[in-house]
């Protein structure tokens, strides 16, 4: 079973922009932080962004700061990436994560993943 969701990947032009969303699948569960990651052929998955559940914390990876800003919506129940100045070598398979830890510290502390959702970046 499907426990979160991610829409919004696609192809897009260099310099472009994209938004990606998360929500949960089956019955409503509360978590506290949330986070994306991705992964790209060949390479390990890795960290992207993270926000706590009051949305006062967020965190990011150095190759994406500036860019891409995560945020949530707690009445939604939903998650989001909004992913500006895209470059080539962000193209990946984004992952959205959740977990009932307060501060995540790594993968195992993530409870709940989505299947991914394909970003790719043209030149």
């Known amino acids: 079973q499907v426990q979160l969701v991610e829409t919004g990947g696609g192809l897009v032009q260099a310099g472009g922009s994209l938004r990606l969303s998360c929500a949960p699948s089956?019955?409503?569960?509360?978590?506290?932080?949330m986070a994306w990651f991705r992964q790209a052929p060949g390479r390990e998955r890795e960290f992207v962004a993270s926000?706590?559940?009051?949305?006062?914390?967020?965190a990011y990876a150095d190759s994406v700061k500036d860019r891409f800003t995560i945020s949530r919506d707690n009445a939604k129940n939903t998650a989001a990436l909004q992913m500006n100045s895209l470059k080539p070598e962000d193209t990946a398979v984004y992952y959205c994560?959740?977990?009932?830890?307060?501060?995540?510290?790594?993968?195992?502390?993530?409870?709940?993943w989505g299947q991914g959702t394909q970003v790719t970046v043209s030149s």
């Open positions: 994560a959740a977990s009932y830890y307060t501060l995540p510290k790594v993968l195992k502390d993530f409870n709940y």
């Open positions: 089956g019955r409503t569960f509360s978590t506290n932080a």
């Open positions: 926000i706590s559940r009051d949305g006062g914390n967020t």
